[in-house]
Nanobody
Framework: QLQLSESGGGSVQPGGSVRLSCVAN????????VGWFRQAPGEEREGVSCITASGGQTYYEDSVKGRFTISRDNVKNMVYLQMNNLKPEDTAVYYC???????????????WGQGTQVTVSS
């Protein structure tokens, strides 16, 4: 069964950068769109950024446009989320997921990693 695992979270000051990585245990991740989602305490899980299987199309939630960049390396079974100019409101647990579509709707995704915490605070 396809499994995902995230890494790269941590604590950072406002304006800082973090790169999250998502690795799959099988190389058929290349067949699927992958998304990054986040969930803050008391909030619903929201789609942050998604990328198609080929990497040719991407989606970004409005609040992260121009600051976050999603990319993938299908040879390494990896998907990345580069997060720049981080703000306190970006604080959340970040999850990668697959099985859904480019519109980044969480309910469409059925395979999830365990999540990694990102905390933005001075």
């Amino acid at each position: 069964q396809l499994q995902l695992s995230e890494s790269g979270g941590g604590s950072v000051q406002p304006g800082g950068s973090v790169r999250l990585s998502c690795v799959a245990n099988r190389n058929d991740l290349a067949l699927y769109a992958v998304g990054w989602f986040r969930q803050a305490p008391g909030e619903e899980r929201e789609g942050v950024s998604c990328i198609t299987a080929s990497g040719g199309q991407t989606y970004y939630e409005d609040s992260v446009k121009g600051r976050f960049t999603i990319s993938r390396d299908n040879v390494k079974n990896m998907v990345y989320l580069q997060m720049n100019n981080l703000k306190p409101e970006d604080t959340a647990v970040y999850y990668c997921a697959t099985g859904g579509g480019i519109l980044c709707a969480a309910y469409e995704y059925d395979i999830w990693g365990q999540g990694t915490q990102v905390t933005v605070s001075s």
